[in-house]
Nanobody, 110 residues
Framework: QVQLVESGGGLVQPGGSLRLSCAAS????????MTWYRQAPGKARELVAD???NYADSVKGRFTFSRDNAKNTVYLQMNSLKPEDTAVYFC???WGQGIWGQGTQVTVSS
């Protein structure tokens, strides 16, 4: 079964950190471009980070994309989190017609 499963979201205080994971299965992961997106309530989905060192301006210097091909997993390390980072975070695989995960909620609040 072709799928992406995100994990690692949760509630964190401003200034805190989280690491999101996205585990891939059912396709040849190595070499497939992967991207993290997010969608806040009432807003359009936006690109956060990808494997070519592209980052949204709002997260540059705070978020880091990485991947482990041996584990078929990509990660998003998020530091210095702000309330405006609150969103559902999705990973996306540019494979076939494209594959989306189900998303993981990140809430930054005191």
């Amino acid at each position: 079964q072709v799928q992406l499963v995100e994990s690692g979201g949760g509630l964190v205080q401003p200034g805190g950190s989280l690491r999101l994971s996205c585990a891939a299965s059912g396709f040849a992961f190595s070499g497939v471009p992967m991207t993290w997106y997010r969608q806040a309530p009432g807003k359009a989905r936006e690109l956060v980070a990808d494997g070519r060192a592209n980052y949204a301006d709002s997260v540059k210097g705070r978020f880091t994309f990485s991947r482990d091909n041996a584990k078929n997993t990509v990660y998003l390390q998020m530091n210095s989190l702000k309330p405006e980072d609150t969103a559902v975070y999705f990973c996306y695989a540019l494979w076939g017609q494209g594959i989306w995960g189900q998303g993981t909620q990140v809430t930054v609040s005191s």
